[in-house]
């Protein structure tokens, strides 16, 4: 059974930027949820997908946006990037929205200069 | 108010010991909780489920819920050097199992 994998591992980019993540959900799994960590802080909830409809979304300005595949991947876009926006960045996928238990994927490591 | 509270600051064990960490929640209607263990630098990695009151035990962590007190607590016993991390509370609010997430406890066990 192949676990969450997310790419890139670590991503550098300049204020005003534009950036995707890319995350692959546990095999079986049909549901993805975005968070984002900053340093010395718990995750915080971005959105979450479910079967390739957005299935709520946390207080995060419309400049992240999100899909995902038919294959239950997953992208988080993230425009006009801030200082801010710096931050660890989680895919977790669940096996469906009804079930709860979520299991993160190794994150990536965003750095806006 | 925040929906998850971990109030307590870096908790140093000896090696061993008992562990104990606390939680509360604001979200009556939340059904689900979870306890995280995460390594510096690393992702959370799901240690604990628990969904009724009472205890739940899975090797040395045993979690404990109560709901009436909206609060949510994880023992380590016999405390490991392998233990030591941020341990994260999280409990899904919402109604679209989202997880919010508390700030997390540091936990040093010290051989």
């Known amino acids: 059974e192949t676990g969450v994998t997310q790419s890139p591992t670590h991503l550098i980019k300049t204020r005003g930027q534009q950036v995707t993540l890319r995350c692959s959900s546990q095999?079986?799994?049909?549901?993805v949820s975005w968070y984002q960590q900053a340093l010395g802080q718990g995750p915080q909830f971005i959105f979450q997908?479910?079967?390739?409809?957005?299935?709520g979304r946390g207080n995060f300005p419309p400049r992240f946006s999100g899909l995902q595949f038919p294959n239950y991947s997953s992208e988080l876009n993230v425009n006009a990037l801030e200082l801010d926006d710096s931050a660890l960045y989680l895919c977790?996928?669940?096996?469906?929205?009804?079930?709860?238990?979520?299991?993160f994927g190794p994150g990536t490591r965003l750095t806006v200069l | 108010q925040k929906e998850v509270e971990q109030n307590s600051g870096p908790l140093s064990v000896p090696e061993g010991a008992i562990a104990s960490l606390n939680c509360t929640y604001s979200?009556?209607?939340?059904?689900?909780f979870f306890w995280y263990r995460q390594y510096s630098g690393k992702s959370p990695e799901l240690i604990m489920s628990?969904?009724?009151?009472g205890d739940k035990e899975d090797g040395r962590f045993t979690a404990q819920l109560n709901k009436a007190s909206q609060y949510v607590s994880l023992l380590i016993r016999d405390s490991q050097p392998s233990d030591s991390a941020t341990y994260l509370c999280?409990?899904?609010?919402?109604?679209?199992?989202?997880?919010?997430f508390g700030k997390g406890n540091q936990v040093v066990v010290i051989p």
């Open positions: 095999s079986g799994h049909n549901t």
């Open positions: 997908y479910y079967r390739e409809e957005e299935n």
């Open positions: 628990i969904y009724s009151n």
């Open positions: 999280a409990v899904n609010t919402g109604g679209n199992n989202r997880l919010a």
């Open positions: 979200d009556r209607g939340s059904q689900s």
């Open positions: 977790a996928s669940s096996l469906d929205s009804s079930y709860n238990e979520q299991f």
